[in-house]
């Protein structure tokens, strides 16, 4: 599967960039699994678009009781602990284990809080008495976000883990690899909420 | 902390996304302001948020230094992915 290509760094880099050669981030299983979860994600998308277009009046008028600063805060928070993941793992790829403990840390924080933003969500809505059963809107709502929010759970407990581990752990191939294996999972939570949020909360 | 880290291209994807999802959220808030078509409006948006997905996977998941097998892939679901919600919101596949 592996080609090799060199290729000069880029100039946002704040060190020399050393010639990059093509090669796989984390292993096949772990990006197997992802465009797996990735494709089942859009065909639930697909059947929620198909579905609102049949019920349209019913879907808008759902959809206005979300809170879209909720999702707001929720696609803050996500993007950020992204943009700590990576940053960790360049960190890590640096031997700079501690600075990569913090970065996985703040990401984990910022998971943390997009599970109590959307905890809060689900208890206002059953609160209201709106549950899955509600209508054709909810049923796709707690069934994609519920899922989602699974997602982000597994992401948190491992993220918070490495966060420790790594100060213990020697940077070699092998912990690299797994490393990248988690932050692209971790990025694939975000990238599916990145969907999630327009779709359900957003679309006319 | 070591506050070089931050300067560098992930950083400033980051403020990419950080600016599309606020674009996003303007153009979702001026429905019926811009251009009265909700299709035309569900259109731009899912560009806006596909290409948001293309940034993550490109440069957070390092897709753009793998092997093109996997990048293919990639936008092959991004792709497929976007041509799907296309045809059901645009009424098309409805």
Same mark, same amino acid.
């Given at each position: 599967?592996?080609?090799?290509?060199?290729?000069?760094?880029?100039?946002?880099?704040?060190?020399?960039? %050393?010639?990059?050669?093509?090669?796989?981030?984390?292993?096949?299983?772990?990006?197997?699994?992802?465009?797996?979860?990735?494709?089942?994600?859009?065909?639930?998308?697909?059947?929620?678009?198909?579905?609102?277009?049949?019920?349209?009046?019913?879907?808008?008028?759902?959809?206005?009781?979300?809170?879209?600063?909720?999702?707001?805060?929720?696609?803050?928070?996500?993007?950020?602990?992204?943009?700590? +993941?990576?940053?960790?793992?360049?960190?890590?790829?640096?031997?700079?284990?501690?600075?990569?403990?913090? &970065?996985?840390?703040?990401?984990?924080?910022?998971?943390?809080?997009?599970?109590?933003? !959307?905890?809060?969500?689900?208890?206002?809505?059953?609160?209201?008495?709106?549950?899955?059963?509600? @209508? /054709?809107?909810?049923?796709?709502?707690?069934?994609?976000?519920?899922?989602?929010?699974?997602?982000?759970?597994?992401? +948190?407990?491992?993220?918070?883990?490495?966060?420790? *581990?790594?100060?213990?752990?020697?940077?070699?191939?092998? #912990?690299? #690899?797994? &490393?990248?294996? +988690?932050?692209?999972?971790?990025?694939?939570?975000?990238?599916?909420?990145?969907?999630?949020? %327009?779709?359900?909360?957003?679309?006319? | 902390? #070591? !506050?070089?880290?931050?300067? =560098?291209?992930?950083?400033?994807?980051?403020?990419?996304?950080?600016?599309?999802?606020?674009?996003?959220?303007?153009?979702?808030?001026?429905?019926?302001?811009?251009?009265? =078509? %909700? *299709?035309? @409006?569900?259109?731009?948006?899912?560009?806006?948020?596909?290409?948001?997905?293309?940034?993550?996977?490109?440069?957070?998941?390092?897709?753009?230094?793998?092997?093109?097998? &996997?990048?293919?892939?990639? /936008?092959?679901?991004?792709?497929?992915?976007?041509?799907?919600?296309?045809?059901?919101?645009?009424?098309?596949?409805?």
């Amino acid at each position: 599967m592996s080609d090799t290509f060199l290729r000069k760094g880029n100039n946002f880099e704040s060190e020399t960039s %050393p010639k990059k050669v093509k090669r796989l981030p984390g292993d096949e299983v772990i990006w197997v699994f992802l465009l797996g979860d990735m494709t089942v994600f859009s065909c639930v998308f697909i059947m929620f678009a198909y579905y609102k277009a049949a019920s349209t009046d019913i879907f808008l008028q759902s959809q206005a009781e979300l809170s879209i600063a909720a999702g707001s805060i929720n696609m803050l928070l996500l993007l950020t602990s992204s943009l700590f +993941v990576i940053l960790a793992l360049k960190s890590a790829r640096k031997s700079s284990v501690n600075l990569s403990s913090k &970065l996985l840390a703040a990401a984990t924080l910022c998971g943390a809080g997009f599970l109590a933003v !959307k905890a809060f969500e689900f208890y206002e809505k059953t609160s209201q008495g709106i549950t899955f059963l509600t @209508n /054709d809107f909810y049923t796709f709502y707690f069934l994609i976000t519920g899922i989602h929010f699974a997602h982000v759970v597994v992401g +948190v407990a491992v993220l918070m883990y490495f966060s420790i *581990a790594i100060r213990k752990q020697r940077m070699d191939e092998k #912990n690299i #690899n797994i &490393l990248e294996s +988690v932050g692209s999972y971790w990025h694939m939570t975000d990238l599916l909420w990145v969907l999630i949020f %327009p779709i359900i909360y957003l679309l006319p | 902390m #070591n !506050k070089e880290i931050f300067h =560098s291209r992930e950083t400033l994807v980051w403020a990419i996304l950080i600016l599309v999802s606020f674009i996003t959220w303007i153009l979702s808030a001026l429905h019926g302001v811009l251009y009265t =078509s %909700p *299709a035309i @409006n569900s259109v731009v948006i899912l560009l806006l948020a596909f290409f948001k997905v293309r940034l993550i996977i490109m440069y957070y998941m390092e897709v753009i230094d793998a092997p093109v097998t &996997l990048k293919y892939s990639c /936008d092959l679901w991004i792709t497929a992915s976007f041509v799907g919600l296309f045809l059901v919101v645009s009424g098309i596949a409805t």
